[in-house]
């Protein structure tokens, strides 16, 4: 089955505890994102990535760092998490044609302590 | 950044009515693609209308796209409960930076 895995669902951490949330994704994109969704603030583009060795920053990339080594994979790094990264996290990914739609993962819940 | 806003911010109906979301946008696209999340889910695509589309239909869904005012509205007829849900456009553009921007969405409450 086509489909874009997150892991973890769901995640509570203390403040600076270094995390890592994984993506994967099984369909041979090209490109992948990361968005944090916020009440009242929608979705926010954090990090995305073109292809292999290809990334760039998003609206709102501080406190995040991504790494694209393989073309499946697409982890976000939380070096030191604090309170207000407290959020809903999802990645997505889509073939690198604009016009071909973007595949959701089912999303991570984050809360930093 | 390609940045899409969706209006209004919340719209509750009648199972059976129909429902009309709208998206401005400001530079121009390639395409316009609309999603939909229940909620704390994913997005999920539902539709995507091209720059020299006018308009398009997926089942009881029918987009329009007005590049002249650079506009679209996503019409959901006949609607049913399991419709609610927050709905999201995006643009894409031809080239570029791919650094894409959601509005806040629509919120859909269909009432049975």
């Known amino acids: 089955e086509a489909q874009v895995t997150q892991n973890p669902r769901y995640l509570i951490t203390v403040t600076g505890k270094k995390l890592t949330v994984t993506c994967s994704q099984n369909?041979?994109?090209?490109?992948m994102s990361w968005y944090r969704q916020d009440p009242g603030l929608g979705l926010r583009q954090i990090y995305y990535?073109?292809?292999?060795?290809?990334?760039d920053k998003g609206d709102v990339p501080e406190g995040y760092k991504v790494s694209r080594k393989e073309k499946r994979n697409f982890p976000l790094i939380l070096e030191s998490p604090s309170p207000n990264q407290t959020s809903l996290y999802f990645c997505?990914?889509?073939?690198?044609?604009?016009?071909?739609?973007?595949?959701f993962g089912n999303g991570t819940r984050l809360t930093v302590t | 950044s390609q940045q899409g806003e969706e209006d209004p911010q919340a719209l509750s109906i009648q199972e059976g009515e129909n429902a009309t979301m709208n998206c401005s946008y400001k530079t121009s696209i390639n395409n316009l693609q609309w999603y939909r999340q229940n909620s704390g889910r994913g997005l999920v695509h539902l539709i995507l209308?091209?720059?020299?589309?006018r308009e398009k239909h997926s089942g009881r869904l029918r987009v329009t796209l007005d590049t002249s005012k650079k506009s679209s509205s996503l019409l959901i007829t006949a609607s049913r409960a399991a419709d609610t849900a927050s709905y999201f456009c995006?643009?894409?553009?031809?080239?570029?930076?791919?650094?894409?921007?959601f509005g806040k969405g629509t919120k859909l409450t269909v009432n049975p």
């Open positions: 997505a990914s889509s073939f690198g044609d604009r016009a071909s739609p973007l595949h």
């Open positions: 990535s073109m292809n292999v060795e290809v990334t």
């Open positions: 209308i091209r720059s020299n589309e």
């Open positions: 369909m041979n994109h090209e490109y």
């Open positions: 995006i643009k894409r553009s031809q080239g570029g930076s791919e650094k894409l921007v």
